[in-house]
Structure formats: structure tokens, C-alpha cells
């Protein structure tokens, strides 16, 4: 079975990994079950699709049992394969609700890491006590995400950290740069303010994004675009 299966089911469900492969009846947790009945107003017989995050996923049917909603397994557990060169984003911090909609789309877009960065330019920056904090909602955000677009591996999204230390490992967003390649799978857009000099030799090299000033939220979205491109 491909993937194509996931498109016509009612809705995708997350779940735990020992749950998925737990046996014919998938339980649900009440916040789950609820969202099932209540939110999405799922009927009886319908087919869901069910994923724990990590590249398997499953069908089930839902069987509606009073206000009791139970996911019975309908299909094998199917492995997704593991992209041998994940995607990796790394952008600045955008400014507001802007920053919820960049990890919104670049779930749907199907990149595998978004790596927040601190950079010289940067002006939003968090507190050090507010970090986890943040990193809950925005992972809340990209599951939410993920449930959409019938995602089954999970955004993984990582702490801010200083541009510096980590653009070696990075091609950046530059005007000037060359063209981004299919052999780019990592990639940095800095904050409006654009990179500072010391930012921009620390990294692996400078690709252009067009010939237009972007937002950071918008070029973020712009490289997972092409980079999902390149591998169709």
C-alpha cells in the first residue's frame, strides 16, 4: 500500500509508538476521542488513517459505540522509507504569529528539521526560561500540521542556537549567491536585517532566492518548496 491511500481517509490520528502496532483495536486518549466525535464529527465506519510519528503508519475503520469512539485496525503497519538526506531548515526567529505559520508550512512542505537560530541582526530572541515553553507550542503547531497534510514523521524542531556556530554545516540565503541545487539539503535564512559579515564566512557557501527581498518566514517556505522539488 502507498501513500496515496492517505489522501481519502476522514481524518489522520497521532499516536504513540507502542500503541499503533499495539494489536487490532487502537485505543485513543480522551482528548483524541473527543476531537473524533465532537470536533471533526466522525461517523461510524469511516476509515482513519493512524501514524505514530516516527514513519509508520496504518489504516483503521472508526466504530462509533455510544459516546465511545474505537479505531479497529484495518491494515498492516507500512514503514515509511527514511529520506537518506533529510531536509533541514534554519531560520531566524520571525516576528509574532509569523513564526507559527513558518513551522506550519514547512510541516506540510515536508521538511524533516527546522533549526532556530540566534543571529547577530536577529530581533526577536527568547528568554532563556521561556524556551521550552515555546518549543511545546510550536511542536503542538507542527502536529497539528502533520494531522493536516497526512504527515507521518514529525517535524523535529530545535532550540535556538547562536548562526555562528552551526552555518558551516549550512548554505545561506544570499543575493549575490548561486543557484540552490538539488544537493543543497541544508539550508539558512537569516532575519530581515539580513546576516551580519562574521555570519555570512562561517557559512558553507551563499545560494540567491530570487530577485526580490523575501521575509524570513517566506523564504523558509520558498527553500522547502524547492528542496521537495528537486527529489520529485
Do not use: N, Y
Not at 16 to 35: C, F, K, N, Q, R
Not at 79 to 97: C, E, F, S, W
Not at 192 to 213: F, K, N, Q, Y
Amino acid at each position: 500500500m502507498d501513500r496515496s491511500a492517505l489522501r481519502s481517509t476522514s481524518t489522520h490520528v497521532l499516536v504513540d509508538p507502542d500503541v499503533l502496532a499495539g494489536g487490532d483495536t487502537i485505543p485513543l486518549t480522551d482528548d483524541v476521542e473527543h476531537h473524533l466525535r465532537k470536533v471533526l464529527r466522525l461517523r461510524d465506519g469511516d476509515t482513519v488513517s493512524v501514524t505514530d510519528g516516527a514513519g509508520r503508519w496504518r489504516l483503521a475503520t472508526a466504530l462509533l459505540r455510544g459516546p465511545v469512539v474505537e479505531l479497529e485496525a484495518s491494515s498492516e503497519v507500512i514503514v515509511q522509507p527514511v529520506r537518506l538526506h533529510p531536509i533541514t531548515v534554519a531560520a531566524a526567529i520571525p516576528k509574532g504569529d509569523r513564526l507559527d505559520w513558518m513551522v506550519q508550512k514547512v510541516t506540510e512542505l515536508g521538511v524533516d528539521r527546522l533549526v532556530l537560530l540566534e543571529t547577530e541582526r536577529s530581533v526577536v530572541r527568547w528568554k532563556p526560561e521561556r524556551v521550552e515553553r515555546q518549543l511545546l507550542r510550536l511542536r503542538r503547531i507542527a502536529d497539528e500540521a502533520l494531522r493536516q497534510s497526512r504527515r507521518v514523521v514529525r517535524l523535529a524542531i530545535e532550540p535556538p542556537v547562536p548562526a555562528v556556530d552551526v552555518l558551516a554545516g549550512f548554505v545561506v540565503g544570499e543575493p549575490g549567491g548561486r543557484p540552490l541545487a538539488g544537493s543543497d539539503r541544508a539550508v539558512a535564512v537569516g532575519p530581515e536585517g539580513g546576516w551580519s559579515p562574521s555570519e555570512l564566512e562561517a557559512a558553507a557557501d551563499r545560494v540567491d532566492l530570487g530577485p526580490t527581498i523575501l521575509r524570513t518566514e517566506t523564504a523558509a517556505v520558498a527553500i522547502s518548496a524547492l528542496c521537495v522539488a528537486f527529489e520529485r
